[in-house]
């Protein structure tokens, strides 16, 4: 019986943190987040108008004493189960009109590794900077790392990795992710 109980408690638990973030989301952002999506510290969040987030989507930008910063344009669109973080002093900028394909992955910091006696989980972070551009549409299961620019008007290929800057109105696909041809 006590086992049940506990198991209760935490469902409700839990429950209660999704509303308080859904509470918090509306308050500071004025919509409703779909099911199984989050946001995560709020505040470190600035999101424009026309805002479009599917479900199962995650945005993180936690760590506001490091500078992590997320700013999302008016009109942009994620779809199902994108992945935004911009947390560990990370700073991620995503410009107006910009379409982001499902199961996409933004990271502006990754894990530190040079001590090879330490392990890497206590290392700590790289911080970095993602610069997204207005007019950008992004497909399906692609990976942007820190310090990146994509320019405006691009376009980047389902499946790809962006591990470097894009110019302006190009087409980037591949593992690593490279510039196929112009769009002007």
């Excluded at 209660?16 to 952002?29: A, G, R, Y």
């Excluded at 946001?39 to 470190?44: E, K, L, Q, R, S």
Aim: aromatic share 8%; hydrophobic share 40%; charged share 15%.
């Amino acid at each position: 019986m006590m086992q049940f109980l506990k198991c209760i408690f935490q469902l409700c638990y839990v429950k209660l943190k999704d509303l308080k973030m859904q509470f918090d989301v509306m308050v500071l952002h004025g919509f409703y987040l779909p099911r199984g999506s989050g946001i995560y510290h709020p505040p470190n969040i600035t999101i424009g108008k026309n805002f479009g987030i599917s479900q199962f989507c995650q945005l993180y930008c936690q760590d506001p004493d490091s500078g992590s910063k997320l700013i999302i344009g008016d009109d942009v669109c994620l779809n199902n189960n994108v992945l935004i973080i911009a947390d560990h002093g990370g700073q991620i900028t995503i410009g107006d009109k910009t379409m982001i394909g499902p199961f996409t992955v933004l990271r502006a910091a990754n894990h530190k590794f040079d001590n090879p006696n330490v392990p890497i989980v206590d290392q700590g972070h790289l911080p970095g900077v993602i610069s997204i551009e207005e007019d950008v549409w992004i497909g399906a299961h692609v990976t942007v790392l820190k310090d990146v620019n994509i320019g405006k008007s691009s376009i980047i290929g389902a499946g790809s990795i962006v591990t470097r800057d894009i110019p302006p109105y190009s087409i980037a696909v591949g593992n690593p992710a490279r510039v196929i041809r112009s769009r002007k």
